[in-house]
């Protein structure tokens, strides 16, 4: 993907609401509040490693 592609697909998700990515369909997934901290967990360290290589 070139990388004005992914500038937009970040520019999109940033313009998301909380409501709208958090919504029941979504959360239906998760069986357990461990499944839910589990998935918070994986999708914190990626946010993390992605701030990371912005500051390379």
Same mark, same amino acid.
């Given at each position: 993907?070139?990388?004005?592609? +992914?500038?937009? +697909?970040? +520019?999109?998700?940033?313009?998301?609401?909380?409501?709208?990515?958090?919504?029941? @369909?979504?959360?239906?997934?998760?069986?357990? %509040? @461990? @499944?839910?901290?589990?998935?918070?967990?994986?999708?914190?360290?990626?946010?993390?490693?992605?701030? %990371?290589?912005?500051?390379?």
């Amino acid at each position: 993907m070139p990388p004005s592609h +992914k500038v937009c +697909k970040l +520019k999109f998700l940033h313009l998301m609401n909380l409501e709208e990515l958090l919504n029941d @369909d979504f959360l239906k997934q998760f069986k357990t %509040g @461990d @499944d839910l901290s589990n998935f918070l967990a994986k999708l914190q360290k990626r946010w993390n490693y992605v701030q %990371g290589e912005r500051k390379l």
